[in-house]
T-cell receptor
Framework: EPEVTQTPSHQVTQMGQEVILRCVPI?????FYWYRQILGQKVEFLVS????????KSEIFDDQFSVERPDGSNFTLKIRSTKLEDSAMYFC?????????????FGDGTRLSIL | GESVGLHLPTLSVQEGDNSIINCAYS??????FIWYKQESGKGPQFIID?????DKRQGQRVTVLLNKTVKHLSLQIAATQPGDSAVYFC??????????FGTGTSLTVIP
């Protein structure tokens, strides 16, 4: 069964450094998402992306965050200057059609630890 | 923000018994709901979905019930197996692309 893959599985970064999290969505999916889950808390929406544009973003997704689809298969989340509170699991998801009416399929996440 | 809550943070059941996991949602405009299963070290795995024009949907060993009157969602797992042990989340979509997740219920199956 096709799946969303994320790399790395664990990223350790010094505070203030830039980090890029990578995702390969399911190949025929058109809509892509990032969510995060701080330890012990809910899964929270960050951003959705379609047709090379951000289609929706939450309050969490401030100017320190950016997303990109650099080629036909990868989808990345960049945090420009990491803070301690950015430590969390980051999940990438994709859906075949617009996410509000379709299942979003998740990867296994990248655990980001900011020191 | 939206509020999606679960009634029970933990649930233990005997293997072979049926499990019922409950979820309350707050936005009456939500029209699409998903149950996800999350095993340790894994991402949320889609189990079953339901739209607001339905009140029941069945899958393989799972049934989702939706009561819009009281804004309540439940997941029933028949003949629970050890492999069902995981955290279960309900997620609601009131429009747009984002889902609002609950805090999760941890299901433990006792062999």
């Amino acid at each position: 069964e096709p799946e969303v893959t994320q790399t790395p599985s664990h990223q350790v970064t010094q505070m203030g450094q830039e980090v890029i999290l990578r995702c390969v969505p399911i190949s025929n999916h058109l809509y892509f998402y990032w969510y995060r889950q701080i330890l012990g808390q809910k899964v929270e929406f960050l951003v959705s992306f379609y047709n090379n544009e951000i289609s929706e973003k939450s309050e969490i997704f401030d100017d320190q965050f950016s997303v990109e689809r650099p080629d036909g298969s990868n989808f990345t989340l960049k945090i420009r200057s990491t803070k301690l509170e950015d430590s969390a699991m980051y999940f990438c998801a994709s859906s075949l059609r617009e996410g509000g009416n379709q299942p979003q399929h998740f990867g296994d996440g990248t655990r980001l630890s900011i020191l | 923000g939206e509020s999606v809550g679960l009634h029970l943070p933990t649930l233990s059941v005997q293997e072979g018994d049926n499990s019922i996991i409950n979820c309350a949602y707050s936005n009456s405009a939500s029209d699409y709901f998903i149950w996800y299963k999350q095993e340790s070290g894994k991402g949320p795995q889609f189990i079953i979905d339901i739209r607001s024009n339905m009140d029941k949907r069945q899958g393989q060993r799972v049934t989702v019930l939706l009561n819009k009157t009281v804004k309540h969602l439940s997941l029933q797992i028949a003949a629970t197996q050890p492999g069902d042990s995981a955290v279960y989340f309900c997620a609601e979509n009131p429009g747009g692309n984002q889902f609002y997740f609950g805090t999760g219920t941890s299901l433990t199956v006792i062999p």
